[in-house]
């Protein structure tokens, strides 16, 4: 019962990472979204509200590493559709009010433990990603070029698609993607 009530607390807190940002994330957010007690912050999270939040990016991390290990042995148009098609997701299951939690924390930590961490995700999804574009035959400085090309266009991408409230600009980058990659 206490891992479920920890789990649901980093699940609300990764959902409003991605819809509100870091300064609107705070525990009594994070009790309202999930109906969770008010006693189950400081019992789960002692060390405060910089240890949520990084239970919420070790949560999201994980989900893009798990997806991205199904895409072994896949070729290199494949790997960036699933990129886009992840975001698309994203994006169409809220309506396109969510984006993306380390890019939250990124862009409003003060913490450098936060940022540090945000920066170790990224790396891990950069490195993920030129390990499978290297194995569908890209040449390796090539394949990190386009893993970090990938990762910062869908980023870049997703919040245009926020602010213009349309998913135009994620099937631009994505189409721009999609012609590199069949050309590496």
Do not use: N
Not at 4 to 25: D, F, H, S
Not at 69 to 95: K, M, Q
Not at 111 to 136: H, K, V
Not at 160 to 172: F, G, M, T, Y
């Amino acid at each position: 019962m206490a891992g479920e009530v920890r789990g649901k607390m980093v699940e609300g807190a990764a959902l409003l990472l991605a819809k509100q940002g870091l300064q609107a994330t705070s525990f009594s957010e994070v009790l309202k979204a999930t109906g969770a007690p008010r006693g189950s912050i400081y019992h789960h999270f002692p060390e405060g509200k910089d240890q949520l939040v990084d239970a919420a990016l070790e949560l999201v991390a994980g989900r893009m590493l798990a997806g991205l290990g199904e895409l072994d042995g896949r070729g290199a148009v494949e790997i960036t559709r699933y990129v886009i098609g992840a975001w698309r997701f994203v994006l169409d299951r809220s309506r396109l009010r969510a984006g993306c939690a380390v890019l939250a924390v990124t862009v409003a930590a003060d913490s450098e433990p936060l940022l540090d961490r945000a920066a170790a995700i990224f790396r891990a999804w950069r490195a993920r990603l030129t390990e499978l574009y290297a194995a569908a035959g890209v040449e390796p400085a090539a394949a990190a070029r386009f893993a970090t090309s990938v990762i910062a266009a869908t980023e870049g991408a997703v919040v245009l698609c926020r602010a213009e409230r349309s998913l135009e600009p994620l099937e631009l980058v994505g189409e721009e993607l999609l012609e590199r990659a069949a050309g590496l």
